[in-house]
Nanobody, 127 residues
Framework: QLQLVESGGGLVQPGGSLRLSCKVS????????IGWFRQVPGKEREGVGCISGSGGSTNYADSVKGRFTVSRDNANNMAYLQMDSLKSEDTAVYFC????????????????????WGQGTQVTVSS
C-alpha cells in the first residue's frame, strides 16, 4: 500500500505563501499521478492542482490558477504545492493523493481516480 505524508501546513496571512510537501513511499514514483485536494467542513473534497507521473502535465482548479504551482521530484519521492497570494477562502485541510491511472490532462484532478491518500494538513489563511 502506497503511503503519503503531507507537511508544511499552518497559519498564514492573506497575501502570504506556503509550500506543502508530500512524501511518497514507493520505489516507482513516476508510475503515479499526484493530486492535491482540499476540503472544508460541509463541502465536498475538491481538486486543487494535479501532476502526471513524469511531471510533464499539470491541471489546476480555476480558483487557484496563477497562484498555486504543483511540482514533483521523483528522484527524492516528493511532490509539492506552492501556494502564493493566499486568500481566506483557501483555508482548508489539504491532502495529497496518488493514482496508478494515467489520466489525460483534463482528468488529472478527478477525485474518483485517486485511491491512495495522505492524512491531510491544515492550512489557515487569516489576519
Amino acid at each position: 500500500q502506497l503511503q503519503l505524508v503531507e507537511s508544511g501546513g499552518g497559519l498564514v496571512q492573506p497575501g502570504g505563501s506556503l509550500r506543502l510537501s508530500c512524501k511518497v513511499s514507493t520505489s516507482t514514483p513516476h508510475y503515479y499521478a499526484i493530486g492535491w485536494f482540499r476540503q472544508v467542513p460541509g463541502k465536498e473534497r475538491e481538486g486543487v492542482g494535479c501532476i502526471s507521473g513524469s511531471g510533464g502535465s499539470t491541471n489546476y482548479a480555476d480558483s487557484v490558477k496563477g497562484r498555486f504551482t504543483v511540482s514533483r521530484d521523483n528522484a527524492n519521492n516528493m511532490a509539492y504545492l506552492q501556494m502564493d497570494s493566499l486568500k481566506s477562502e483557501d483555508t482548508a485541510v489539504y491532502f495529497c493523493a496518488a493514482t496508478r491511472a494515467n489520466p489525460i490532462i483534463s482528468r488529472l484532478c478527478v477525485l474518483s481516480l485517486y485511491d491512495n491518500w495522505g492524512q491531510g494538513t491544515q492550512v489557515t489563511v487569516s489576519s
